[in-house]
């Protein structure tokens, strides 16, 4: 089995950044694409960006210039670093991968969700 944990959501206010991180664990052989999406009340879940095995960004345009995706692939991990963080940023937050399972079968999984609210 394969879990994606989420950390690092929270409160913070106009202007300010957040740092969130997304850990794989359990039988994994190798990921491929990992990402971040977010879904705010009444919204559809939206890509926010993602990151190939090989270092490939994209990013939705709404966060072009203020967040930056990273990952670190010894440690299975993702990293989304938000800066200048906008009211419009407040969402549910999900980390999601393309895993490689040590059976060599590949599925996608999803993170359970982080709350970012950025509010004064």
């Known amino acids: 089995q394969v879990q994606l944990v989420e950390s690092g959501g929270g409160l913070v206010q106009p202007g300010g950044s957040l740092r969130l991180s997304c850990a794989a664990s359990?039988?994994?052989?190798?990921?491929?694409?990992m990402g971040w999406y977010r879904q705010a009340p009444g919204k559809q879940r939206e890509l926010v960006s993602g990151i190939t095995s090989g270092g490939r960004t994209n990013y939705a345009d709404s966060v072009k210039g203020r967040f930056t995706i990273a990952r670190d692939n010894a440690k299975n991990t993702v990293y989304l670093q938000m800066n200048s963080l906008k009211p419009e940023d407040t969402a549910v937050y999900y980390c999601?991968?393309?895993?490689?399972?040590?059976?060599?079968?590949?599925?996608?999984?999803w993170g359970q969700g982080t709350q970012v609210t950025v509010s004064s």
């Open positions: 359990g039988s994994i052989f190798s990921i491929n694409a």
């Open positions: 999601n991968a393309d895993i490689v399972a040590t059976s060599r079968e590949v599925y996608s999984y």
